[in-house]
T-cell receptor
Framework: SQTIHQWPATLVQPVGSPLSLECTVEGTSNPNLYWYRQAAGRGLQLLFYSVGIGQISSEVPQNLSASRPQDRQFILSSKKLLLSDSGFYLC???????????FGEGSWLTVV | AQKITQTQPGMFVQEKEAVTLDCTYDTSDQSYGLFWYKQPSSGEMIFLIYQGSYDEQNATEGRYSLNFQKARKSANLVISASQLGDSAMYFCAMTHFAYNDYKLSFGAGTTVTVRA
């Protein structure tokens, strides 16, 4: 069966420090991959999506970047975090054989 | 642009009763999909149910059913026989199939609290 894992689950980082959140999907190939962010008490905002290795589309100009070095690996990065980067980050994937999109466990980021 | 509207910020429901969560959407496309997700306090987004725009029958998954009214552009979620574990935030979401990217647009969510 397919599973998605994302880590770390919780992160507290100082302003100006780098960030790396990692997401991997198992049990499928060539999935669509997504990074969403959720501010406290709010809905989800799409940050990046990828339809294949090395293919990244950015939805919102920001301090973050994404990379897809392998088929089932999606990484969210920042060189210098801002206070406004705090939030809950969710990785998601879609198996190309179906219509449903599944989410990982999420990563809580607090920038201090 | 897609817009998803959930007009109920919060709802209370008695255990074992049914609850309906409202969702309306705005699109000019004909081919799209509608989703409902549950987000408990742990934060994980749990897929509940999916409805395609061309599906003639309303989707059902166990205690969850989707009341799809295409002409009204509404996709309400009905939870039957509510349980304490149903207390969570519920999000309606939508994707268009035209571009094959399956990006989701989300509503603001509805908080459901089930009372014993």
């Amino acid at each position: 069966s397919q599973t998605i894992h994302q880590w770390p689950a919780t992160l507290v980082q100082p302003v100006g420090s780098p960030l790396s959140l990692e997401c991997t999907v198992e049990g499928t190939s060539n999935p669509n991959l997504y990074w969403y962010r959720q501010a406290a008490g709010r809905g989800l905002q799409l940050l990046f999506y990828s339809v294949g290795i090395g293919q990244i589309s950015s939805e919102v100009p920001q301090n973050l970047s994404a990379s897809r070095p392998q088929d089932r690996q999606f990484i969210l990065s920042s060189k210098k975090l801002l206070l406004s980067d705090s939030g809950f980050y969710l990785c998601a994937w879609r198996d190309n054989s179906g219509n449903t999109i599944y989410f990982g466990e999420g990563s809580w980021l607090t920038v201090v | 642009a897609q817009k998803i509207t959930q007009t109920q910020p919060g709802m209370f429901v008695q255990e074992k009763e049914a609850v309906t969560l409202d969702c309306t959407y705005d699109t000019s496309d004909q081919s799209y999909g509608l989703f409902w997700y549950k987000q408990p306090s742990s934060g994980e987004m749990i897929f509940l149910i999916y409805q395609g725009s061309y599906d003639e029958q309303n989707a059902t998954e166990g205690r969850y059913s989707l009341n799809f009214q295409k002409a009204r552009k509404s996709a309400n979620l009905v939870i039957s026989a509510s349980q304490l574990g149903d207390s969570a935030m519920y999000f309606c979401a939508m994707t268009h199939f035209a571009y094959n990217d399956y990006k989701l647009s989300f509503g603001a969510g509805t908080t459901v609290t089930v009372r014993a």
